[in-house]
């Protein structure tokens, strides 16, 4: 039998690498003060269904529970995120830095990054309008990228209030504006132009939407020029421009060396993104490995106070395929013992185990033989196994509760009293312990 469509199995090395991710993430945490918390798998519908985007409402894995509700395995974490502030964290000060490793499930078409269940990593700062908070988001994302290995990644920014703020001098209302965005974010251009005229957005109007989205570049002074140019009508948006352009400047003082390429007609697919947002990935494949931006509206709209906050999901899952597929020489390999515990002639399984505990208890790892296999085989099977050391206990060792230590590598057995741990330690040098 298989699994559903899209939900994997992970073999060791792929949960291997997935730890490494994680690990880095929560080194990252740390670094930057993000507290880690975990929210539910299942969740109501409504969560998701407010704010999450179209994309996502039409993919989620919803169903009805046994007391009638219909709930939802999560398809993201923000909102869970955003209704944990409103609710259980309301009296907690801002800003709050929260962070999560949790696996999402979306009804996607599996193919290449896109899985039915993946495991997203996330860092949300809450409470802070200052792009210092937006600057710090980029910085932790690099530093984290950096971290797993992914030198050459680069960020796409933008900034979703310029789109929205053009859209609403037209009176375009706020449901069709998110429409509009979905269609933009799936590269439909034409129909999201073809919407924009449906209500009431004028040649002129358009005209500025379409040069806006052709802005993309690296030259960040030129295309704030070529913007502003475009944008003096409406200051609201020249505002958001400079601000994006600050928030660039910080990171870069912050240490991101990445290269950003500014792009005004970005866009994402979930609704609830106010301000600046953005991706990461690495120039060989086409999709993200990283999103987020400002969602100053979320916490207010499940019943908390105005709270503006800024985040980002790094996809651990896309991640990993990424580097099975392109950089396996990075893929660290599963730890596992490198001590063979062996049995020999007539000692007794008492004796074995004994001797397996007593190891144990000193930190090492300690893989016992259980296939009764003989001397030379066990030899083979540890090399094979990439073990540096046997320890082998036969009916003597066992009479003068000794144990022989042999070293695969420098060919070499010495015999020791299993009460003299120091000796023991010096025998087994070089083993990590646990
Ligand atoms: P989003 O929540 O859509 O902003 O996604 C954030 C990140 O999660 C993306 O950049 C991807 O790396 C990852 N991601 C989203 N959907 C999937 C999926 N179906 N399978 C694997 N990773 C995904």
């Not at 880095?24 to 998701?48: A, N, S």
Request: net charge negative; charged share 30%.
């Amino acid at each position: 039998m298989d699994t559903p469509r899209g939900m994997d199995d992970l073999l060791p090395r792929e949960v291997a690498l997935k730890r490494r991710i994680e690990d880095v993430i929560r080194e990252v945490f740390k670094l930057y003060g993000y507290l880690e918390v975990e929210t539910p798998t299942v969740e109501y519908y409504e969560l998701f269904a407010l704010k999450s985007g179209e994309e996502i409402r039409e993919r989620m894995f919803d169903f009805i529970d046994k007391g009638g509700r219909r709930v939802v395995l999560r398809p993201e974490v923000t909102a869970s995120i955003a209704r944990l502030v409103a609710s259980k964290l309301k009296a907690v000060a801002p800003p709050l830095r929260l962070g999560y490793i949790a696996d999402c499930y979306r009804y996607d078409e599996p193919q290449w990054g896109r899985r039915r269940r993946f495991w997203q990593g996330g860092f949300e700062l809450i409470g802070s309008k200052d792009p210092l908070a937006d600057a710090e988001i980029l910085e932790v994302s690099y530093e984290v990228f950096n971290r797993i290995g992914l030198r050459d990644h680069y960020f796409k920014v933008g900034h979703i209030g310029i789109l929205r703020e053009i859209l609403s001098s037209y009176h375009v209302d706020e449901r069709v504006q998110d429409r509009i965005l979905t269609l933009l974010d799936r590269k439909m251009t034409v129909e999201a132009f073809d919407l924009m005229k449906e209500n009431g957005v004028d040649e002129d109007g358009v005209q500025v939407i379409r040069e806006l989205t052709k802005l993309e570049g690296t030259d960040l002074r030129r295309i704030l020029a070529d913007a502003l140019n475009l944008l003096s009508p409406w200051k609201e948006a020249c505002k958001d421009l400079e601000d994006l352009c600050e928030i660039i400047d910080l990171a870069r003082e912050g240490g991101v060396e990445s290269r950003i390429v500014v792009s005004l007609g970005l866009a994402r697919g979930l609704e609830y993104y106010t301000g600046f947002i953005f991706e990461q990935s690495v120039p060989d494949i086409k999709i993200a490995l990283n999103g987020g931006g400002r969602y100053d509206n979320l916490i207010e709209l499940f019943g908390g106070k105005p709270t503006p906050a800024v985040g980002c999901a790094i996809g651990i899952t896309r991640i990993m395929q990424y580097i099975l597929e392109k950089k396996p020489e990075e893929t660290p390999a599963p730890s596992r013992p490198k001590i063979l515990l062996a049995s020999v002639g007539d000692v007794s399984k008492k004796y074995v185990m004994r001797v397996a505990r007593i190891l144990r208890s000193m930190g090492f790892g300690i893989e016992v033989e259980v296939l009764s296999r003989k001397l030379p085989s066990a030899i083979e099977y540890a090399l094979k196994s990439g073990m540096r050391f046997m320890v082998i206990v036969g009916g003597r060792e066992e009479a003068e509760e000794k144990i022989s230590i042999r070293d695969l590598e420098l060919r070499r057995q010495v015999e020791l009293p299993l009460s003299d741990r120091e000796r023991i330690m010096e025998a087994l040098a070089g083993v990590e312990r646990i």
